[in-house]
Nanobody, 129 residues
Framework: QVQLVESGGGLVQAGGSLRLSCAAS????????????MGWFRQAPGKELEFVAA????????YNTDSVNGRFTVSRDNAKNTVDLQMNSLKPEDTAVYYC??????????????????WGQGTQVTVSS
């Protein structure tokens, strides 16, 4: 079992930056943090859950280019069991609850919600105009 705790959300002005962090604690002895793909989803008010970005266990990153458009960077530190999302040039439409996610299955491309094994509780990001 994996527990994910997000932090770093808050209120920023448009054009600003914010860095989200997700700390994972593993309640298993058969898997390590490096055995999971780690990613981020978000859900804006009144909208469906949307994949944002991920960094897999092999060091490759995947981005939802339609929503991120080069503004976000995902990174992970296997030694600290953390995955971060650096968000730059934030726009009001980035306002959402951001969820950290862990995936044990491997598949290339954008993540699908049903592939996620563990979810964080979410952290609110609000971008003011």
């Amino acid at each position: 079992q994996v527990q994910l705790v997000e932090s770093g959300g808050g209120l920023v002005q448009a054009g600003g930056s914010l860095r989200l962090s997700c700390a994972a604690s593993l309640r298993t002895f058969i898997r390590t943090f490096s055995s999971y793909d780690m990613g981020w989803f978000r859900q804006a008010p009144g909208k469906e859950l949307e994949f944002v970005a991920a960094r897999n266990r092999y060091g490759s990153s995947t981005y939802n280019t339609d929503s991120v458009n080069g503004r976000f960077t995902v990174s992970r530190d296997n030694a600290k069991n953390t995955v971060d999302l650096q968000m730059n040039s934030l726009k009001p439409e980035d306002t959402a609850v951001y969820y950290c996610a862990a995936r044990s299955v491997y598949r290339a491309g954008d993540w699908r919600a049903h592939e996620v094994d563990y979810w964080g509780q979410g952290t609110q990001v609000t971008v003011s105009s």
